[in-house]
């Protein structure tokens, strides 16, 4: 797993800076066709590190849209959502996160969109490696009656692998989303 994860992020990262702009706007189109995206929701998006899809465009219809957006914080362990604001800070991986006052659980979200390393087409994903979401979603397993938050992976099309090796504690997908494809 490890260096399957290694390999995917090598070619994520690989993608060209010209392409990737492309990408995350068709991104935003795939996106759009997935949802009934409403005023009042509450949906949590990421910014991008390690050479991730681009969320920009979908952050900006979701503005357009009254939809209040969250971000992953690292709490321990797991993760809770922050209202985006004006301010961050660096988590431990350098990664940008919301200094607000608004923190939300998982199961409070309506959608949350999250990254990958790398995704099957069973709708089965791989992260970085630190069990972040699947411990903050590991709720979803336990009782299958959750229609929220409804959990979609955003990523390229170049991290597809031909299937990948579930164990117990992973939260499947509701749908992978690329820039070509949804995965439903």
Same mark, same amino acid.
């Given at each position: 797993? %490890?260096?399957?994860?290694?390999?995917?992020?090598? $070619?994520? =990262?690989?993608? /060209?800076?010209?392409?990737?702009?492309?990408?995350? %706007?068709?991104?935003?189109?795939?996106?759009?066709?997935?949802?009934?995206? %409403?005023?009042?929701?509450?949906?949590?998006?990421?910014?991008?590190?390690? &050479?991730?899809?681009?969320?920009?465009? @979908?952050?900006?219809?979701?503005?357009?849209?009254?939809?209040?957006?969250?971000? /992953?914080?690292?709490?321990?362990?797991?993760?809770?959502?922050?209202?985006?604001?004006?301010?961050?800070?660096?988590? =431990? +991986? &350098? @990664?940008d996160?919301?200094?607000?006052?608004?923190?939300?659980?998982?199961? $409070?979200?309506?959608?949350?969109?999250? /990254?990958? *390393? &790398?995704?099957? $087409?069973?709708?089965? =994903?791989?992260?970085?490696?630190? &069990?972040?979401?699947? =411990?903050?979603?590991?709720?979803?397993?336990? $009782?299958q009656? +959750?229609?929220?938050?409804?959990?979609?992976?955003?990523?390229f099309?170049?991290?597809?692998?031909?299937e990948?090796?579930?164990? /117990?504690?992973?939260?499947?997908?509701?749908? *992978?989303?690329?820039p070509?494809?949804? +995965?439903?």
């Open positions: 797993m %490890k260096t399957l994860r290694q390999s995917i992020r090598i $070619q994520r =990262r690989s993608v /060209p800076a010209s392409e990737r702009e492309k990408f995350a %706007k068709r991104l935003l189109l795939q996106v759009q066709k997935l949802a009934n995206f %409403k005023n009042g929701q509450k949906i949590a998006l990421y910014l991008p590190n390690d &050479g991730e899809i681009n969320t920009k465009y @979908i952050q900006n219809f979701l503005k357009s849209k009254g939809i209040s957006i969250y971000l /992953p914080i690292l709490v321990g362990k797991s993760l809770k959502f922050a209202k985006v604001g004006k301010n961050f800070r660096k988590n =431990r +991986y &350098g @990664i996160e919301p200094i607000s006052t608004q923190i939300l659980n998982a199961n $409070q979200l309506n959608i949350i969109f999250m /990254p990958l *390393v &790398g995704f099957d $087409q069973f709708k089965n =994903r791989i992260g970085m490696g630190g &069990g972040f979401y699947d =411990r903050t979603l590991s709720f979803k397993n336990r $009782q009656n +959750y229609k929220s938050p409804k959990l979609y992976g955003l990523a099309d170049c991290q597809e692998v031909a990948l090796n579930v164990k /117990p504690w992973d939260v499947p997908l509701d749908a *992978v989303v690329t070509t494809t949804i +995965y439903q």
